[in-house]
């Protein structure tokens, strides 16, 4: 079935007046007709079915969902180009629940406030038709660029997993079955500067490693949420 993304502020009733993007999206991009269905989803777990009526969505029953049992923040440094984008959209397909943009140290990227907007803007965007298309009801998070203070606030109750290429006796996929509330930590291309491993160690995380490979950043944070799922079962 075909999927649109909704917000929930636009969700107000039975009969929902879409927007002239919606209306594009539907009618040129997708050619779909007055009285043919569609599914509608909020971002936040509600799947609706719809029927296209003119410039009018008529939302049907609430679609069944299942509530996903693991809950990970992906924390990634800022990586240069394209490759951001890219970790946001595979990152949403794999089940992240909310990615947070780091400014780490060693990041070639470095943003200002305007801009930081501006770019999560976009990857939220990103997430959104990354969602529509893997299936989810739900939108993972995705913040402005975040600062090592801002993540070690955001840890909580929850299993704080520094990767670390150097870390050769704990691996990841042995540390992550030991909560399905995660906050998985990755660096940028030349790592955590010691500083910052230094941190987070003593905010709570534990250092982790993924075996002997080099992996590029963009891959590291996808392989490690993919191990993580199949650790608790949700993959493979």
């Given at each position: 079935?075909?999927?649109?993304?909704?917000?929930?502020?636009?969700?107000?009733?039975?009969?929902?007046?879409?927007?002239?993007?919606?209306?594009?999206?539907?009618?040129?991009?997708l050619r779909l007709e007055d009285g043919e269905t569609l599914e509608v989803f909020d971002g936040r777990g509600g799947s609706y079915q719809a029927a296209l009526e003119g410039e009018w969505l008529q939302l049907g029953e609430k679609l069944p969902t299942i509530a996903a049992p693991l809950d990970v923040i992906l924390v990634q440094a800022l990586a240069k180009g394209e490759k951001m984008d890219l970790i946001v959209q595979k990152a949403t397909e794999l089940g992240a629940s909310q990615i947070v943009p780091l400014i780490a140290e060693r990041a070639v990227v470095r943003?200002?406030?305007?801009?930081?907007?501006?770019?999560?803007?976009?990857?939220?965007?990103?997430?959104?038709?990354a969602a529509r298309q893997c299936g989810r009801a739900?939108?993972?998070?995705?913040?402005?660029?975040?600062?090592?203070?801002?993540?070690?606030?955001?840890?909580?109750?929850?299993?704080?997993?520094?990767?670390?290429?150097?870390?050769?006796?704990?691996?990841?996929?042995?540390?992550?079955?030991g909560s399905p509330r995660i906050l998985l930590a990755v660096g940028p291309e030349g790592g955590f500067s010691a500083q910052e491993r230094e941190a987070a160690l003593r905010g709570g995380f534990m250092s982790v490693g993924?075996?002997?490979?080099?992996?590029?950043?963009?891959?590291?944070?996808?392989?490690?949420?993919?191990?993580?799922?199949?650790?608790?079962?949700?993959l493979g």
């Open positions: 079935m075909k999927r649109l993304y909704v917000p929930p502020e636009q969700l107000r009733g039975a009969l929902v007046r879409m927007t002239e993007a919606q209306r594009h999206y539907l009618r040129n991009v943003v200002v406030a305007e801009r930081g907007a501006s770019k999560a803007e976009r990857w939220r965007r990103i997430a959104q038709e739900d939108v993972p998070q995705v913040d402005e660029p975040s600062t090592w203070d801002e993540v070690l606030a955001l840890l909580g109750d929850r299993l704080g997993l520094l990767l670390d290429p150097e870390e050769r006796w704990l691996r990841l996929g042995q540390a992550a079955g993924m075996g002997q490979r080099v992996l590029r950043t963009e891959t590291a944070g996808l392989i490690a949420l993919a191990i993580v799922q199949h650790v608790h079962g949700e």
